[in-house]
């Protein structure tokens, strides 16, 4: 199927998600409001970076995105296409367009199949290969995620490899799809610090030799403005999308109060820059449950600008500055400044 590239490859209207919990004889269910009017869309060879706390609906996105999770409401479209009136061969093209590389490298490969069962099948069964090429086409895409050389790898077993290696097992399978989206949920988190940059430039690269588009999810600020210094930001609070805009200008100017705060809570290793950082830009609360959401703004509980408006609204995001943000104060906000100025520490 021929796309246009004004048309985005997956595009999220108005969805809710809702979880139920407890339904039983003698029990109402619990409704668990996962994703709030989220809009959202990711264009062709386009990076975006979700950001957030955990239980902020990032996963859940994702998993909506990749056909795991079904909306409560909403519209989602692939390619232009209502996601439940998709044609036999529409959905097939979705589900191999769409793929996901996980969190954890070793539950997500079979202890008992090699690389070449793993990588190889799915080709097979979606006849991306055949068992004259299969072997050649294994070699390739192993060579593609620099595992060489691939006859190395080609026979080994999960735990025959390293974490950082088999994390390359699931790009490389992903890619064993020809997908137009890459969904890379916290894809460095449990590898060794010296090898998440090479990964990261691994995804950078794929995207930008082979226009895929990629959707990388993370809670941390450093890789997401690494990764990502040539697309978007979108930023989530408790199922909703708070602020989005261009990485580096977003991080470099955040103005929504929840992303200040989380700017202002990353670490800095330099104990002069540290001790003039500014105070702590949101309030003792703990992250309220999902089982009993705030009304209005949910970030309410949390700020420390909160007015009254705030408490019985839900703000709806508008254009601010180069960035979209939901937030009833943002024009009234003071600048945001990571650190004090020194007229301030005297």
Same mark, same amino acid.
């Given at each position: 199927?021929?796309? =246009?590239?004004?048309?985005?490859?997956?595009?999220? @209207?108005?969805?809710?998600?809702?979880?139920?919990?407890?339904?039983?004889?003698?029990?109402?269910?619990?409704?668990?409001?996962?994703?709030?009017? #989220?809009?959202?869309?990711?264009?062709?060879?386009?990076? #975006?970076?979700?950001?957030?706390?955990?239980?902020?609906?990032?996963?859940?996105?994702?998993?909506?995105?990749?056909?795991?999770?079904?909306?409560?409401?909403?519209? &989602?479209?692939?390619?232009?296409?209502?996601?439940?009136?998709?044609?036999?061969?529409?959905?097939?093209?979705?589900?191999?367009?769409? %793929?996901?590389?996980?969190?954890?490298? &070793?539950?997500?490969?079979?202890?008992?199949?090699?690389?070449?069962?793993?990588?190889?099948?799915?080709?097979?069964?979606?006849?991306?290969?055949?068992?004259?090429?299969?072997?050649?086409?294994?070699?390739?895409?192993?060579?593609?995620?620099?595992?060489?050389?691939? @006859?190395?790898?080609?026979?080994?077993?999960?735990?025959?490899?390293?974490?950082?290696?088999?994390?390359?097992?699931?790009?490389?399978?992903?890619?064993?799809?020809?997908?137009?989206?890459?969904?890379?949920?916290?894809?460095?988190?449990?590898?060794?610090?010296?090898?998440?940059?090479?990964?990261?430039?691994?995804?950078?690269?794929?995207?930008? @030799?082979?226009?895929?588009?990629?959707? &990388?999810?993370?809670?941390?600020?450093?890789?997401?403005?690494?990764?990502?210094?040539?697309?978007?930001?979108?930023?989530?609070?408790?199922?909703?999308?708070?602020?989005?805009?261009?990485?580096?200008?977003?991080?470099? @100017?955040?103005?929504?109060?929840?992303?200040?705060?989380?700017?202002?809570? #990353?670490?800095?290793?330099?104990?002069?820059?540290?001790?003039?950082?500014?105070? %702590?830009?949101?309030?003792?609360?703990?992250?309220? =449950?999902?089982?009993?959401?705030?009304?209005?703004?949910?970030?309410?509980?949390?700020?420390?600008?909160?007015?009254?408006?705030?408490?019985?609204? %839900?703000?709806?995001?508008?254009?601010?500055?180069?960035?979209?943000?939901?937030?009833?104060?943002?024009?009234?906000?003071?600048?945001?400044?990571?650190?004090? =100025?020194?007229?301030?520490?005297?």
């Amino acid at each position: 199927m021929i796309q =246009s590239k004004d048309i985005p490859i997956v595009k999220l @209207d108005n969805i809710n998600v809702d979880f139920y919990k407890g339904k039983g004889l003698l029990s109402k269910p619990r409704t668990f409001n996962a994703l709030h009017k #989220v809009d959202f869309s990711i264009n062709q060879g386009e990076i #975006v970076v979700v950001v957030g706390e955990s239980g902020s609906g990032k996963t859940t996105m994702s998993n909506v995105i990749a056909g795991l999770v079904k909306p409560t409401d909403g519209t &989602y479209e692939f390619n232009g296409h209502k996601s439940n009136s998709l044609t036999k061969e529409q959905a097939l093209e979705y589900r191999n367009s769409i %793929q996901i590389i996980q969190q954890d490298s &070793y539950a997500a490969l079979n202890p008992m199949r090699t690389m070449i069962k793993s990588l190889g099948d799915p080709m097979l069964i979606k006849k991306l290969a055949d068992k004259i090429n299969l072997s050649e086409k294994v070699r390739e895409v192993l060579t593609t995620v620099e595992l060489t050389p691939p @006859d190395h790898y080609i026979n080994k077993y999960p735990h025959q490899l390293s974490g950082g290696q088999r994390q390359r097992i699931l790009i490389a399978r992903a890619l064993a799809m020809n997908p137009q989206l890459i969904l890379a949920d916290e894809p460095v988190s449990m590898i060794d610090v010296s090898l998440r940059v090479a990964i990261l430039n691994l995804l950078a690269r794929l995207n930008e @030799d082979r226009g895929i588009a990629i959707l &990388y999810i993370t809670h941390d600020l450093a890789t997401a403005r690494y990764v990502g210094k040539n697309g978007r930001i979108a930023v989530m609070y408790l199922g909703s999308i708070v602020e989005t805009g261009n990485v580096i200008e977003v991080l470099a @100017d955040p103005k929504h109060p929840y992303l200040q705060a989380l700017l202002s809570a #990353v670490p800095i290793p330099d104990p002069r820059l540290s001790r003039s950082r500014n105070r %702590q830009l949101i309030t003792e609360e703990d992250l309220p =449950s999902v089982s009993g959401m705030p009304t209005g703004c949910r970030y309410h509980t949390r700020c420390l600008y909160c007015k009254e408006i705030c408490k019985t609204k %839900q703000p709806i995001a508008r254009q601010f500055g180069s960035s979209m943000v939901a937030c009833h104060l943002a024009e009234e906000l003071p600048k945001f400044e990571l650190y004090e =100025s020194k007229a301030g520490n005297e």
